[in-house]
């Protein structure tokens, strides 16, 4: 017979002890099991368009590109990602609704010129990250920062333009120094992007004055219109007249060459005739005047009288030359 060891004196009484040892070998696989899962977690993945920042107890050690890694995980080393690749968009002086329609913002898009008008210049900035660092973690709102940069950027540029400048062929140079001007002003800030472009969508004069300025624009081009025009004609007719002169000068120096060889050829003869006059006066004499004779008369009738005939009228005939001279 047993001895009743229990106090009470009753044995169904007695409490059973647990085991610890199984216990404590279950404990410790689940602790495992939670490492584990916890090593695991510190693998990630980074996409094709992005960058990855690893950092260890708030200090950044290193930067990877895409594919996947592995970092100790929380609260250890942590990761923040952002895409690198992509074309970040900003709209200034106006909003596009998801309907496809677009809000004006007065107060982002109103600026004074140069001139002392105002003017409505909505425009679009382009950004790029270049810097993953920089853009994550020394400015705590980029898009903000960088939409009032391009705010103030357009309206110094602006302030010095002249409206009819701005509204017309401005806009190319105004776009090219906002974006220089402000590139410049981020990298100071230290924002890590790069301005990829600052592109004017709508620039206009305030409605009220909207009709004028219009009018003012359609004389210009109206101006543009007809100096292009004088200028075709110009091109047209400098050519041709340039053309005609070139002729008049041909046939004026073939005259010219003409009439000096006919005095060379006179002058010839004349020395010819000379020393014919010098070897036999009056026979020269007599040529000449045949010679003279002849010309004057080659072209009309002849008449040859002799003076022996008597009883001759020498007017015979030109009694057709007196009818004719009378009609």
Do not use: C
């Amino acid at each position: 017979m047993t001895q009743n060891k229990n106090p009470w004196g009753d044995e169904k009484l007695e409490l059973k002890l647990p085991n610890f040892r199984f216990k404590g070998t279950v404990v410790i696989a689940i602790l495992v099991l939670i490492l584990l899962v916890w090593l695991l977690s510190g693998i990630f993945i980074v996409k094709p368009n992005e960058q990855a920042v690893v950092k260890r107890f708030g200090q950044i050690i290193k930067i990877v590109g895409p594919g996947p890694h592995y970092h100790f995980p929380y609260p250890i080393e942590t990761i923040d990602k952002a895409e690198v690749t992509k074309v970040h968009r900003i709209e200034i002086g106006f909003r596009t609704m998801k309907s496809g329609t677009y809000r004006t913002v007065k107060e982002e898009s109103l600026m004074l010129t140069g001139d002392e008008n105002i003017v409505n210049i909505d425009f679009i900035v382009q950004y790029k990250i270049y810097d993953i660092a920089k853009y994550l973690y020394n400015v705590i709102d980029v898009p903000k920062t960088i939409k009032d940069a391009a705010e103030s950027t357009i309206r110094e540029v602006a302030g010095k333009e002249r409206i009819d400048e701005i509204l017309t062929t401005g806009k190319n140079r105004i776009q090219i120094e906002t974006q220089k001007i402000l590139q410049r002003l981020l990298d100071d800030y230290g924002v890590g992007v790069k301005i990829v472009a600052v592109q004017l969508q709508d620039v206009e004069p305030p409605s009220q004055v909207l009709k004028y300025f219009k009018d003012v624009a359609s004389a210009r081009e109206d101006k543009n219109r007809y100096i292009n025009e004088a200028e075709a004609y110009a091109n047209e007719i400098i050519p041709k007249a340039r053309a005609k002169a070139a002729s008049m000068i041909l046939r004026a120096e073939a005259y010219q060459k003409e009439k000096i060889e006919m005095a060379k050829g006179d002058a010839y003869r004349f020395l010819e005739t000379l020393k014919s006059y010098k070897l036999a006066p009056e026979i020269t004499r007599k040529r000449l005047y045949l010679d003279t004779i002849n010309k004057i008369f080659s072209k009309g009738e002849k008449y040859i009288f002799d003076s022996q005939i008597k009883n001759f009228s020498p007017f015979i005939g030109f009694e057709k030359f007196k009818e004719e001279g009378r009609k």
